[in-house]
């Protein structure tokens, strides 16, 4: 299989969709949505379920045109291209394998319809087949194949056609953590090997941050927030994104000073900067919130200068880390969680302690009060 070569106009993007709105009767599933994926890049549409991820994939795969705007792949107008037209490769939920086809007939089936000469699909097929680790099962039909083995043919059918863009809807989410864990790793190597530009859709945060170059967040209709793993969970540009990608708290405070891009926030007796973001203009003394993931929270001695004060209510012991759970006694009884690696927080911060909490520098966004 070959890396994809970079289109002849030298546009760095692959699929673009401007302003793109989508009408269901009296739905509007896309508010003019504008969205640029760059070539061999790994772009996930991450949002609650109805937010409109799928009609955004379906609208790219031409499985139904848009109602305003326009959609360009490889630099060419596609609105009314049909499917089959398009260079396209699709792995969804179901992966819908032609059951009464051997493994080999299923991967082959979509270069037989662009009329590939027999000689090269065997080779393309072989190919494939070695990419997903199914070298050998040629001969076998789908039911004779694990979850996850029919979901390698899946991919291997989706990437024979050596497409220009690869499509994913919620692929994994019939398999079992474990397999859904080694699906992931294996689809972002293979991913990442061929170069295939890929559009994926999933409502799982983890997953979306785990997976991706940038990820796009959607709520009823728009993009809320287009940046890396990184920027979205670090900076997430408004509540809804703070509050459905990752844990966040929610810690009430007063804004203390305006400092050029950055802002700080008076929470208990702690002073917090973080950047300014939305808070640009606002006044000092007013109320803000601060989002904080908790493992920017930490546990102090009771007694000492800190952001709140509580007890410890709860314990989870989570493998790798142990979550915290701190009923605020010095505020309007919040309950904060506190994410600490190890295990040893389990004995030193025992149910029933009284403890002072502190918030790492640098790390929180802060939205004004609605
Ligand atoms: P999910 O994660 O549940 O699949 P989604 O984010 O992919 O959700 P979409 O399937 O894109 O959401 O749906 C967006 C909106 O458009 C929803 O309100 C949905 O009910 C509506 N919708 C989608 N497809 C159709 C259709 N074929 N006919 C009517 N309404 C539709």
């Not at 996930?44 to 799928?54: A, D, Q, R, V, Y």
């Not at 900076?235 to 700080?264: E, M, W």
């Not at 000092?284 to 930490?298: G, I, K, N, W």
């Amino acid at each position: 299989m070959t890396k994809p070569a970079s289109a002849a106009s030298g546009d760095e993007i692959a699929v673009r969709f401007n302003a793109v709105t989508k009408r269901f009767g009296k739905t509007v599933a896309l508010h003019e949505v504008s969205l640029a994926v760059r070539r061999g890049e790994f772009m996930t549409l991450l949002g609650p379920s109805g937010c409109g991820k799928t009609t955004l994939l379906n609208l790219a795969a031409g499985f139904f045109s848009p109602d305003g705007g326009e959609i360009l792949i490889d630099g060419e107008r596609v609105n009314d291209l049909p499917t089959y037209r398009r260079e396209i490769g699709m792995m969804f939920q179901n992966y819908a394998l032609f059951p009464h086809m051997t493994v080999a007939a299923n991967v082959a089936y979509g270069l037989k319809v662009r009329h590939v000469d027999k000689h090269e699909i065997g080779r393309r097929v072989g190919e494939a087949l070695a990419l997903v680790k199914l070298t050998g099962m040629e001969d076998r039909k789908p039911r004779q194949l694990s979850g996850g083995q029919q979901q390698r043919v899946a991919l291997a059918r989706a990437l024979v056609i050596n497409p220009t863009v690869l499509l994913l809807d919620e692929p994994f989410s019939a398999l079992d953590k474990n397999l859904r864990g080694s699906m992931q790793v294996e689809l972002r190597e293979i991913q990442r090997k061929l170069g295939v530009t890929t559009i994926f859709v999933t409502h799982d945060q983890s997953e979306a941050l785990s997976l991706s170059d940038r990820l796009a967040v959607m709520s009823e209709g728009h993009i809320r927030q287009l940046g890396t793993p990184t920027e979205i969970y670090r900076r997430p540009c408004d509540r809804f994104v703070a509050s459905f990608v990752g844990d966040a708290n929610v810690l009430r405070g007063r804004l203390d000073r305006i400092d050029g891009t950055q802002v700080s926030v008076a929470i208990g007796a702690l002073r917090v900067s973080v950047p300014s973001g939305s808070l640009q203009g606002a006044q000092l003394s007013a109320p803000v919130d601060l989002y904080v993931r908790p493992e920017h929270l930490q546990l102090t001695e009771a007694g000492g200068p800190c952001a709140r004060s509580g007890t410890i209510v709860g314990q989870v012991y989570q493998g790798g880390h142990v979550d915290l759970f701190v009923e605020c006694t010095d505020s309007r009884s919040e309950r904060l969680l506190v994410r600490s690696a190890g295990y040893q927080a389990m004995t030193r911060w025992p149910v029933g302690a009284q403890v002072g909490i502190s918030i790492s520098a640098d790390e929180g966004v802060a939205f004004a009060i609605p």
